[in-house]
């Protein structure tokens, strides 16, 4: 799945009032992290992911290797907070623009 360039300025819109949903720390993307991380796109389909300072990797590297592992699309990211959406696989709740 792809983004257009509207469908990303749509969902950052929906994504500024998020408070990140979970933390990668110094363990970096170990199994709970993702876990946590996949129940959370399960049940809301746009999060907040934050990286803690601790984390042995940056952001850069973290949150687009963890949206890869997730099948999720990663649409922002702003210094160390990313927004990542996967629409859900039965009755979407966030509308897309075309």
Do not use: W
């Not at 720390?25 to 389909?45: I, P």
């Not at 803690?52 to 952001?59: E, I, N, V």
């Not at 973290?62 to 699309?73: H, K, N, Y």
């Amino acid at each position: 799945m792809s983004l257009t360039g509207k469908q990303r300025r749509f969902l950052r819109s929906m994504g500024v009032g998020l408070v990140p949903v979970t933390t990668i720390g110094r363990e970096g993307l170990h199994g709970s992290a993702v876990d946590g991380v996949e129940r959370a796109l399960a049940a809301r389909e746009l999060i907040k992911v934050r990286v803690l300072k601790g984390c042995p990797l940056p952001a850069g590297v973290v949150l687009p290797d963890l949206a890869g592992r997730l099948r999720a699309e990663l649409v922002q990211i702003v210094g160390r907070n990313g927004l990542l959406y996967r629409p859900a696989e039965r009755d979407p709740q966030i509308g897309l623009p075309v």
